[in-house]
């Protein structure tokens, strides 16, 4: 496609070629180079999905080498430090590189079709935000490439167990970059989708008639802006301990290793609500469409859905009942846990309201959907059993609590996501999932998944910790260990005919015309798979749930949307922007700076720095030449008109 | 869009999957679910643990009650309003209800009524269970529990002739009937002082003056764990809890004050046959759960047999280990009072011989365990402080041969 290119450095309307060589515009529409330029938001949402997909799958590696270790007692498969190692990159891996990256994913394209918008707000900063987020994750899994090995201090990385004195390797730094990375991605990335939700709404899509996905997106993604900033804090402190010898968690000169967990966990637990809070928005999405009702008591959830991230950051210390916090900080943090509660039982409430006189359509998102609030309600009964105090001292870093929190993150979390992949797949592709097989994968992955987590609740209560790479045969721990490993390769089982199923649907998926699902919300409304400016006309809103409103008002909308299009028009056509290189350059310094401060040998005396403070300048001086690049640039677009807006995909002509 | 959802075909696989899990759990101990461990946290054998215990089965009915109820709402509502056929799911869709205010304000007021019948319990629990309540603080027993990287020193009040205290490591030995406060201390990262049948655990932090109470209801011999993860040997960082009646516990008192035993060799006697080192496999069960008759063993009745010498003692291999414990320069980590070692940095092995359990309650103290520790400690406790190629500070090798005669020596120190 040749677009007409504009600069603010020539006349208004020239081509790319009268641009300076420096000041290039990319325009390919495919191959290599039209992805690594993209600012689609639905292709840096594939991307996403791609890539945690990617990492889903090496974390799930790494669980079934947990699971093989614990098979049976006084097991040997794993010496002790590559046993450590797995369960670190397994939670690190798991939180940070699939399941956040995963509800990027839904964010990033889903977010802006159901709020009738034609990108986000920022749409080279949401490439930005993709490329810093995947240099994140390869600082943090280069160790398993290095003789230092990957990170094995837990993915809590607690004080003083990652300073210099316990853990002399580079592990440690690369998980502390790495995770620096993820934390600039994350904040960027919601700032995005928050300025989108206010700012590009369509016309009549007033708060309270958003999509309850796009309110979890809203909440989620001020959770992040507010959360990330302590890890953020805790992180640095921890590299500058462990760079520049500072004190912050260095026991021998007073540093308060404390202090770190208090960090940690101002984001740790809003972070809890930032893996769970997309998941509930996709339910909330799919019991209505498959119901074929509005969701029941809408203001509640959104509600709801709100106090959980306010009191999200009110209960952080739930996690450290047994650090001796002294009787009333223990009550407090009891009570407003208790307090959580409430609001969440609301949604569950409320959900099963949605089902209460509808016309149920069992479709695998259903399944998953229904599996969601079954699987979400075990994990947050023994989330409530935490929460009262005395009886926690008993469960904290026990497996009762990787049941719970299993539970909750993959029965709760990774079921919504998934529920969410085959619900979307229709859209994003114009293909739809085979039924049959959908059923099948919902069914074994249902099944591995409890038979792996549920006896860990046992075995907890009968007093094995967590983390721990062997045990003895004499505690009663055997049976319920040996039947969970059964159960994780039946749930890997599940996953590989989940993918298989996915990957298959992708290139023989029968194909389907658009809103395959009887859908309520306005990404149905739109040809599949969505043209680049998603909307050939901006919708105007009139309620809730706005697609289902203009199917049962047919003859209304048609005459509003002929008039919208003959303003569109005379306003220029649909207004494109411009793809760009930088925002990649500007995360590949990120990455060779990363590199330097984390990988690069270093001495303790400064003057030995060479090559360490060399190879992160280079990644500096690449970052700010690639960021004034993206200044100098512009944010201008192009126009096209749509010429048609059907199913055969992306009716768009330039206009010359 | 038309898919039948073939019921036909989930029959075989429910029967399949029910086949697979009979075939799995046939070689599985399938009494797991009621936790009768020694780790157990369902057994409360002392005043704290109870509170918890008491408080979790109240969580558990609650939940369980509400459970039931939302569950059984859950189903009937998926039963009932299922489309059964394709006309079905294309009827005219059902009525477009946004819910009912009076519904959600009574579900909330029920969801609270429901936490306040946990958090009463909760409340109280927290008080009792954080310090020993105050018409019992004059009783209580204080001791101070050190972590290190990856075993437990123990702080008595108990003073030596001399004025030092006395200190054990690995295994607590407590009187019954009182309670026992215990400062938690750490040297090094973060641990976790559990023993789940006396109470919840308590973490030790650096800089930081945690402790925790318990109180044994009778005597016993309870299994503890770290349970905060703390590097490479978290797992294997154990302790046992010994609880004894009064006069029993002032016995074992009166007999760890005194200094090591000495086992007087004839001047000139050669050791006799040398049993051999074993070998073991990498993290071997390295715990007999029964006598030597293939019964099942009485744990605390094989700690009061393990107070006593053994029968027959090869006196000039204890005398070969003594001299081993100074020339490998063991003493410079370890005290053993009475036989000129000094060192503090590792566990005191003045009674070493006494323990049930050595390597940090990880093996049972028999002269074969305690020499396959001697001999390769990093195979037994991967990245432990006292060997890393050798023995540190030196980098001392210790042969099997001489292994088997230090394993000879501590195993007299009763």
């Known amino acids: ?656 | 869009m038309h898919s039948p959802f073939p019921s036909r075909f989930f029959r075989p696989v429910s029967q399949i999957l029910a086949f697979a899990s009979l075939i799995l759990l046939s070689g599985c101990d399938l009494n797991f679910w009621k936790m009768q461990g020694h780790q157990t946290t369902m057994i409360a054998n002392g005043p704290v643990a109870a509170s918890q215990l008491s408080l979790f089965w109240v969580t558990v009915w609650v939940t369980l009650v509400i459970f039931i109820i939302v569950g059984a709402v859950l189903a009937y509502a998926t039963i009932k309003f299922k489309a059964r056929s394709d006309a079905d799911e294309h009827a005219e869709p059902p009525p477009q209800g946004h819910g009912n205010p009076m519904v959600e304000i009574a579900l909330i007021a029920a969801s609270v009524f429901a936490l306040v019948i946990i958090s009463i319990p909760t409340l109280k629990g927290i008080w009792y269970t954080h310090d020993v309540p105050e018409a019992q603080k004059a009783d209580a027993y204080n001791i101070t529990a050190t972590g290190y990287q990856w075993w437990f020193k123990f702080d008595y009040p108990e003073k030596i002739d001399g004025g030092a205290g006395l200190v054990t490591g690995n295994e607590l030995v407590i009187p019954v009937g009182r309670p026992i406060r215990i400062q938690l201390r750490t040297v090094d990262v973060i641990h976790s002082f559990w023993v789940p049948k006396l109470a919840g655990k308590v973490d030790m932090i650096p800089n930081r003056g945690n402790f925790l109470w318990l109180q044994a209801d009778a005597p016993g011999y309870f299994w503890g764990q770290c349970a905060e993860y703390c590097g490479d040997s978290h797992a294997v960082m154990r302790f046992r809890v010994v609880a004894l009646a009064p006069m029993e516990f002032a016995a074992w008192v009166a007999a760890q004050k005194a200094p090591a035993r000495n086992v007087a060799a004839a001047a000139g006697a050669a050791p006799g046959p040398r049993p051999q080192l074993a070998t073991f496999k990498q993290n071997e069960y390295g715990y007999s759960e029964k006598w030597a008759d293939g019964s099942p063993i009485n744990p605390l009745q094989n700690w009061v047999d393990q107070q006593k010498p053994a029968a027959t003692e090869d006196a000039a291999l204890i005398a070969e280990g003594k001299a081993l414990f100074g020339t490998k320069l063991c003493l410079a980590c370890h005290t053993i009072r009475g036989h000129g070692a000094p060192g503090i940095a590792g566990p005191d092995l003045t009674h070493v011989g006494s323990r049930t359990t050595v390597a940090g309650g990880l093996l049972e103290n028999t002269p074969a365990q305690l020499a396959r520790w001697i001999a390769h400690p990093e195979l037994v406790k991967p990245g432990n402080k006292m060997y890393a190629s050798g023995y540190v500070p030196m980098n001392i090798k210790v042969a099997d041969a001489e292994a088997v005669a230090l394993a000879a020596y501590l195993t007299s120190l009763k």
């Not at chain 1, 929190?405 to 990774?414: K, N, P």
């Not at chain 1, 792996?452 to 049976?479: C, E, I, K, Q």
């Not at chain 1, 039946?490 to 658009?514: D, E, H, N």
């Open chain 1, 1 to 656: 496609m040749d677009a007409t290119i504009k600069s603010s450095f020539t006349d208004k309307g020239s081509a790319v070629s009268n641009r300076p060589a420096l000041l290039w515009r990319p325009t390919a529409k495919t191959g290599l180079m039209s992805w690594l330029t993209t600012v689609d938001h639905k292709r840096i949402g594939f991307l996403y999905g791609i890539f945690a997909l990617f990492f889903f799958i090496v974390g799930g590696i790494e669980a079934l080498f947990i699971r093989l270790q614990l098979a049976v007692p006084n097991n040997d498969v794993l010496t002790a430090e590559q046993y450590n190692t797995m369960f670190t990159m397994h939670g690190t891996t798991m939180i940070f590189l699939a399941v956040m990256p995963l509800s990027a994913a839904f964010f990033n394209y889903i977010m802006p079709l159901q709020i009738g918008a034609r990108d986000v707000a920022f749409p080279r900063l949401n490439a930005f935000s993709l490329w810093t987020f995947l240099v994140g994750a390869i600082i943090i899994n280069l160790g398993w490439f290095m003789k230092d090995g990957a990170p094995d201090a837990g993915w809590v990385g607690y004080a003083p167990l990652t300073s210099k004195t316990f853990n002399a390797d580079h592990s440690i730094d690369m998980w502390v970059m790495g995770l620096q990375l993820l934390g600039v991605a994350s904040i960027a990335a919601s700032l995005n989708f928050i300025v989108t939700i206010i700012n590009l709404r369509a016309p009549g899509m007033t708060m309270m008639r958003l999509p309850v996905f796009v309110w979890m997106t809203l909440v989620t993604a001020f959770l992040i802006i507010l959360s990330f900033p302590a890890i953020t804090i805790a992180l640095v402190e921890v590299m500058m301990d462990r760079l520049f010898s500072t004190n912050f968690f260095e026991v021998s000169h007073g540093g308060m290793p404390i202090l770190w967990q208090h960090l940690f966990w101002v984001f740790g637990h809003p972070e809890v609500y930032i893996l769970i809070l997309p998941a509930m928005g996709i339910i909330s999405e799919i019991l209505p469409c498959f119901s074929r009702k509005p969701l029941y008591g809408y203001p509640i959830v959104v509600f709801s859905g709100a106090s959980i991230g306010f009191l999200g950051f009110a209960v952080w210390s739930h996690h450290m009942f047994t650090t001796g916090m002294g009787t009333v900080a223990t009550a407090a943090f009891a009570m407003a846990t208790m307090c959580i509660a409430v609001p969440t039982g609301v949604k569950i409430f409320n959900w099963i309201g949605t089902l209460w006189g509808g016309h149920l359509k069992m479709r695998t998102p259903m399944m998953f959907a229904l599996g969601f609030i079954w699987m979400f309600m075990i994990g947050g009964f023994s989330g409530v059993m935490h929460a009262a105090a005395p009886a926690d001292a008993q469960q904290q870093d026990s497996y009762f609590v990787i049941a719970h929190f299993h539970y909750v993150l993959i029965g709760g979390s990774m079921f919504a996501l998934l529920a969410g992949i085959h619900y979307w797949f229709p859209l994003m592709f114009g293909r739809v999932v085979d039924e049959f097989w959908g059923k099948v994968s919902f069914w074994v992955i249902f099944a591995g998944f409890n038979i792996t987590f549920f006896p860990l609740h046992f075995v907890g209560l009968n007093g094995m910790p967590r983390r721990t790479f062997t045990y003895d045969s004499n505690l009663g721990w055997n049976a319920p260990n040996q039947i969970a490993t059964v159960g994780a390769f039946i749930l890997a089982a599940g996953i590989g005919i989940y993918f298989t199923l996915m990957i298959y649907s992708y290139f023989k998926g029968q194909k389907v015309g658009r809103d395959h699902w009887d859908g309520r919300t306005l990404e149905w409304s739109i040809p599949n798979p969505p043209p680049e400016y998603n909307f050939k006309v901006i919708p105007q809103v009139h309620a809730r749930d706005a697609f289902w409103y203009e199917k049962h008002n047919q003859a209304e909308i048609a005459a509003e949307k002929a008039s919208l299009a003959k303003a569109e028009a005379e306003h220029g056509g649909i207004h494109m922007p411009f793809q760009s290189i930088w925002p990649l350059f500007c995360s590949v310094g990120l990455l060779v700076g990363a590199i330097g401060v984390s990988v690069m040998d270093h001495d303790p005396r400064p003057g030995f720095w060479g090559t360490k403070i060399a190879v992160t300048i280079i990644g500096g001086v690449i970052l700010f030449f690639s960021a004034y690049m993206w200044a100098l640039e512009g944010n201008e677009g192009y126009h096209l008109h749509a010429d048609e807006d059907d199913d055969k995909g992306h009716g768009g002509k330039a206009h010359h």
